[in-house]
């Protein structure tokens, strides 16, 4: 199996809380200035104004999101910014987990209160998606904790790799692609990405992006 | 150590525990593939939400499987975030069912057909006895479990229709309350971290608060529902 | 044919379905390889009714909190329950053996109260969750609350319009 120390740099530091040891890398300070320059951007921001030209008529109107609507989106914004947070700096597996799912929630909250039936039905599948999500992503878990009996990154780095360890890293995988909506899965989001509001519904993009890049970090720790 | 204590905790996991691991974790797959097919096959909406709890049953079979305080322990946060992720997906679907209807033209009422109340004596009587036993039994609980079954109560008593005495003011005043509770739940976590000598008023603030804060978040929504239904 | 395949996976309505065959499938995969439980666990637990026959024979009155007894008293250094956490620190075990009065109470009359008291302050199942992994918990209510969140304000962004609707229609 894979170091930490191999694959992203040296420990810059952690939090002992009790079993659960967030650390911080190198690499992962990158990940965390990013998302906290590009979440503190998105909550001083405002909603954009969007204007809506029609044919045969001669007027063109602008759409705006309510301002009750836009301080919801913007707790939700920052709620996804915080959890992601966490999710490129936990170190435990079934933390991870949670993380990952308080950032699949956020996410449909973003999307919770627009009047469009398309966007609501494609936030509709997006919830079942992630509801599924629950199977692979714990149950992955619960298979690592019951072949290497620990939960903690740091000793599972030093774990030998096994075949019943390859079936929970291509659940989590699945989990956390789902969750996160990634790559082959995000038809929901394009359709979500329709509604109005512009620079809350860019958060997604980063949190697909950021819990595809841990993912990818766990799975090289777990084999 | 007393000569007992391999009784208390042993050291390794005890072998009837090893010897079912397999057969659950086999079980599980089953359920799951049996659900996820059902959810494959399924076209009504709805149908799909209720049909998803049985794959998340088969995540319970999972964690539970591994026999340990720490997956008895881990069921829990499972449990919430699923249930969780049930209360949010199932009202965005009401919201846009509302929608399409509105759309459509029609009325954008949730109930836009008549009902007789059934009048039975059974149902004035024996909700609220059940309410009342559900907030006693959560009272003394305490904790998350003790918060969820107070909840639960108080649901079932604001849905048994009308009753006297709690005003919408009165529960506004609850919501202050629940957000005062949660800040004592953190706090006594904060006292944890702390200064753990002082575990037992860390206990009392984290449980109290958490079962305030629970309990009423349960009752609020019960009162948004209320509200919405028989206007 | 690739292109109709590629444009009906767009449908927002496929996407769960495509996604619950993909885990049905490696699940389904799964079933052939042979799983086995690693005795060396964290926090490992008794076998089912070893504790309970203790307590039939009145050993000792903590017996009583059966299956759930794990030793020690309250805030006491010298006496630490037994709680095999990942990363030991000074502070574990010292709430596994607290008990309210009421629960108190529960312990000395009879034995099968443990389960019911092991939902109070105090026990092996609030030692981890709430002091060795405390973030769970703390993250497992924010997800919770974050729920309750959307879900009323779904409602009351709901219920609010439709009062303005009902008001313009009865000034009109």
Redesign the interface.
């Known amino acids: 199996m894979n170091d930490i120390m191999d694959l992203n740099g040296f420990v810059i530091g952690h939090i002992p809380f009790a079993d659960i040891v967030p650390y911080l890398t190198p690499f992962s300070l990158a990940l965390v200035s990013t998302i906290v320059v590009f979440t503190v951007f998105l909550a001083l921001s405002n909603p954009e104004l969007r204007s809506v030209a029609r044919f045969r008529e001669d007027t063109v109107r602008t759409v705006t999101v309510e301002k009750k609507e836009a301080r919801f989106r913007r707790f939700m914004t920052i709620l996804c910014g915080i959890s992601l947070i966490g999710v490129v700096t936990t170190g435990d597996l079934f933390n991870f987990a949670l993380f990952v799912s308080l950032t699949g929630i956020t996410n449909m909250g973003i999307f919770a209160g627009i009047k469009d039936s398309h966007v609501l039905d494609a936030a509709f599948q997006y919830g079942l998606v992630m509801m599924i999500c629950t199977l692979p992503l714990f149950g992955g878990v619960a298979i690592t904790l019951a072949k290497t009996g620990t939960l903690s990154l740091g000793v599972l780095a030093g774990m030998p790799s096994n075949p019943i360890l390859n079936i929970s890293r291509t659940l989590i995988l699945v989990g956390a692609v789902g969750e996160g909506a990634l790559a082959p899965f995000f038809a929901t989001k394009v359709e979500m990405i329709r509604a109005k509001g512009a620079p809350y519904i860019n958060m997604m993009h980063l949190s697909s992006l950021m819990v595809f890049t841990r993912v990818i970090e766990i799975l090289f720790i777990l084999g | 150590m ?1 000569p ?2 391999d ?12 010897n079912f ?2 057969i659950a ?2 079980i ?2 089953i359920t ?2 049996v659900g ?2 059902g ?2 096959l399924e076209r009504n ?1 709805f149908q ?2 209720l049909i ?1 709890q049985i ?2 049953f ?2 319970y079979l ?2 539970s ?10 069921i ?3 449990m ?10 199932s ?6 069912e ?3 209807r509105e ?1 459509k033209g029609e009325s ?1 009422r949730v109930m836009n057909f008549k009902y007789d109340q059934i009048k039975m004596e059974v149902l004035k009587t024996a909700l609220p006895i059940t309410s009342v036993v559900c907030v006693i039994y959560g009272v ?7 918060g969820a079954v107070a909840g639960a109560g108080i649901l079932i008593y604001l849905f048994v229709g009308k009753v006297g005495g709690f005003s919408h003011e009165f529960w506004e005043e609850m919501a202050g309350i629940s957000g005062v509770a ?1 800040v004592f739940w ?1 706090l006594g ?1 904060l006292i ?2 702390i200064a ?2 002082y ?2 008023i860390a ?2 603030m ?2 109290g608060g ?1 079962i305030i804060k ?1 309990a009423l ?1 349960f009752g ?2 019960g009162i ?2 209320r ?2 239904y028989n206007r | 044919m690739i292109g109709r395949i590629l444009n009906s996976l767009a449908e927002p309505e496929q996407v769960p379905k495509v996604f619950a065959f993909a885990i049905m499938i490696v699940l389904l995969f799964s079933l052939t390889s042979s799983f086995h439980l690693n005795s060396k666990q964290l926090y490992p637990k008794p076998a089912p009714q070893v504790q309970l026959e203790l307590a039939k024979q009145n050993i000792d009155i903590s017996y009583n909190l059966a299956p759930y007894n794990r030793g020690g008293t309250p805030l006491d250094p010298e006496n630490l329950g037994t709680v095999r956490s990942q990363y030991q620190t000074p502070y574990e075990g010292w709430i596994t053996g607290y008990l309210t009065p009421f629960s108190q109470m529960l312990r000395d009359i009879s034995y099968h109260f443990g389960t019911t008291i092991l939902s109070h302050p105090g026990g092996i199942l609030d030692e981890i969750l709430y002091y060795t992994r405390g973030l769970d918990t703390i993250l497992e209510t924010t997800i919770l609350f974050t729920a309750f969140t959307i879900a009323s304000w779904v409602i009351i962004n709901r219920t609010e319009k439709e009062r303005k609707e009902e008001k313009e229609e009865e000034n009109n």
Do not use: C, H
């Not at chain 2, 009784?7 to 090893?18: A, E, G, K, R, Y």
């Open positions: 007393n007992l204590a009784t208390v905790v042993p050291t390794l996991v005890p072998q009837i525990f090893v691991y397999p974790i086999v599980a797959i799951a593939v996820l097919s959810l494959i909406d799909k939400i998803i794959p998340i088969a995540m999972i964690v499987a591994v026999g340990t305080d720490l997956a008895e322990a881990l829990l946060p499972g919430v975030v699923s249930l969780a992720e049930l209360l949010a997906v009202e965005i679907l009401i919201f846009r509302l929608t399409k759309k954008p003394i609980l305490t904790g998350f479990t003790g949660y953190l976590f944890y971290f753990p000598q575990w037992l206990l009392f984290s449980g958490i629970v978040k609020l929504l948004l529902g509200e919405e």
